[in-house]
């Protein structure tokens, strides 16, 4: 079955590729973006080689960088929706705050104006994150769509590595409704929480190494986990294509099926998994840092949606492929 052609931008990271797997599964023909590569040395056979019917013929991959908006053009041209799901990350705070926001606003307005142009475009699917969903030290124990981060609070509260990703999620998917509303282009974003799972891009994703901060012994990376919001990476995939097909989609959708203390997720480790060193629960009691409130998928559920994998299966298939990448 031929769903027709779509455009998935940044093809190589973890989403992105999982979408990519998953649209070619479903009977879409895709066109996705990479950066640059003047000297030819990205290895793209994780993507040319999915095993997905037709995918040698039904997959295509255009050149295109989010600092240079036009080159969007051509892979977006002839496309009936877009997924908008590459995004610059400095984790390592390389660059200012200000820069990475302006350069992540500007390629995604570029990309909508592309869409507009293209005259076939009919939704556009924005992959937002978490981050851009906060009490921002209110009280609350679960969130909704209403809730957006303050760009205020983030500067205040939120440690230099975080904030620039934080800041730019937040300002970049406003500004990705706000331009859908005033120019009546249709777009829809999904917020997902950290994403758990099997990975098929060369990069060890940033969320599935910290989800499994308790097994790999990164004892820095425990506190972001002390009332931890995950999802299975297949299920984010499988959400993105709901909302890009789902008619009545609108606004923002919180993806997240499962929500897990520390202590929690350090009891289900140890029982599942005892050939690894996880530290017992009353020893992460003192772990300093913010419980994150919960994310509600109300929205998205009562659509029809639904999730399809639970914790162990999160648990074990991050883990199988860790396995088999070397990283455990």
């Given amino acids: 079955m031929d769903k027709g052609t779509v455009c998935v931008t ?37 993507l040319t080689g999915l095993p997905a019917p037709g995918a040698a013929e039904k997959l295509k991959i255009f050149t295109a960088d989010l600092s ?42 570029g990309i909508l104006k592309a869409c507009l142009k293209s005259g076939t475009v009919k939704r556009v699917v924005y992959t937002s994150s978490s981050a851009a969903v906060d009490c921002n030290g209110q009280d609350s ?25 934080t800041i730019s999620k937040t300002m970049t ?13 249709e777009v829809v974003t999904v917020t997902p929480t950290f994403v758990v799972g099997p990975f098929i891009c060369p990069k060890f994703p940033g969320s599935v190494r ?10 820095s990376e425990y506190s972001l ?27 923002r959708y919180n993806c997240c099926s499962h929500t897990m203390s520390l202590e929690k997720l350090s009891e289900f480790l140890g029982g599942r998994y005892p050939e690894f060193p996880i530290p017992a629960p009353k020893s992460l009691v003192g772990i300093k840092g913010r419980k ?20 162990e299966e999160m648990f074990d298939d991050a883990i199988n492929c860790c396995k088999e990448r070397g990283y455990l």
């Fill in 10 to 46: 940044g093809g190589t990271g973890f989403i992105a590729s999982w979408l990519i797997k998953g649209l070619l599964e479903e009977g879409y023909s895709v066109r996705t973006t990479v950066r640059p590569d003047p000297e030819n040395k990205r290895d793209l056979s994780f």
């Fill in 210 to 219: 910290s989800s499994l901060a308790l097994v790999l012994g990164n004892h």
């Fill in 68 to 109: 240079d908006a036009l080159s969007f053009d051509a892979a977006i041209k002839g496309s009936k929706g877009v997924f908008h799901v590459a995004t610059p990350v400095d984790f390592e705070n390389k660059e200012p705050e200000e820069i990475i926001t302006q350069r992540a606003i500007s390629g995604t307005l």
């Fill in 292 to 311: 994150t409130p919960g994310l509600s998928s109300k929205k998205l559920l009562d659509t029809g949606f639904k999730y399809s994998y639970g914790v």
């Fill in 173 to 185: 998917e406003r500004a990705a409704l706000e331009f859908g509303e005033q120019h009546g282009l």
């Fill in 225 to 251: 986990l002390l009332n931890v919001s995950m999802v299975h990476v297949d299920d984010v995939a499988r959400a993105h294509i709901f909302v890009l097909e789902y008619p009545d989609a609108k606004g």
């Fill in 141 to 165: 124990d679960m969130m909704d769509e209403s809730f957006w981060s303050d760009v205020n609070f983030v500067r205040e509260k939120t440690t230099p590595g975080f904030r620039s990703y």
